[in-house]
């Protein structure tokens, strides 16, 4: 299986910029990606990383590094609307299924 | 336009009872899941189908049973519920199993609470 590790919980102000890091472990790692998910709502797609490096979106930008096992989701110009808890799913062991961390909870206050 | 659909989005039921949660996706895609969310919110694959494949997670107690009578649906059906039960159901859809095509799309959410 793969273990998966983030913060619990983060904060930051409103127009700042937040960096929620992910660490993993895992066999025969095939991608990993961030999903958004806002308080009673459903999980959405951030992005995907499958190389090594920086994959860039707008305002949210998401990095690998293989060899670490390590992977970072950065937002930028924060907007409170980003309050929300931010999940990296790591694919590896040999299954194509996506195996999720516990999530961070991003609180933006003004 | 509806990607990914489930009913009921809320179900209030009796330990012991027999329910059953429905999903439907209108994306033409070829794999399934089923994810249990709990109060830590962590996020844990249940059951995984294409048309070929179905997948189980091994830890899931096998009162739970997916049942699809075509590609674009995935019914989970619970019997002799448990309090531990109680959680968030989500259900998900795939294009592939590979690359950034396995991104999955999420319904709703069923908010199941067995008193």
């Known amino acids: 299986g793969q273990n998966i590790d983030q913060p619990t919980e983060m904060t930051a102000t409103e127009g700042a910029i937040v960096q929620i890091n992910c660490t993993y472990q895992t066999s025969g790692f095939n991608g990993l990606f961030w999903y958004q998910q806002h308080a009673g709502e459903a999980p959405t797609f951030l992005s995907y990383n499958v190389l090594d490096g920086l994959e860039e979106k707008g305002r949210f930008s998401s990095f690998l590094s293989r060899s670490k096992g390590y992977s970072y989701l950065l937002l930028k110009e924060l907007q409170m609307k980003d309050s929300a808890s931010y999940l990296c799913?790591?694919?590896?062991?040999?299954?194509?299924?996506?195996?999720f961390g516990r999530g961070t909870s991003l609180i933006v206050h003004p | 336009d509806t990607a990914v659909s489930q009913t009921p989005k809320y179900l209030v039921t009796q330990m012991g009872n027999d329910k059953s949660i429905k999903c439907e996706q209108n994306l033409g895609h070829d794999t399934m899941y089923w994810y249990k969310q709990d109060s830590k919110k962590f996020l844990k694959i249940m059951f995984s189908y294409n048309n070929k494949e179905l997948i189980i997670n091994e830890t899931v107690p096998n009162r739970f049973s997916p049942k699809s009578p075509d590609k674009a649906h995935l019914n989970l059906h619970i019997n002799s519920l448990e309090l531990g039960d109680s959680a968030v159901y989500f259900c998900?859809?795939?294009?592939?199993?590979?690359?950034?095509?396995?991104?999955?799309?999420f319904g709703p959410g069923t908010r199941l609470t067995v008193l």
């Open positions: 998900a859809s795939s294009q592939g199993t590979s690359g950034v095509t396995d991104t999955q799309y």
């Open positions: 799913a790591v694919r590896g062991g040999g299954s194509y299924i996506p195996t």
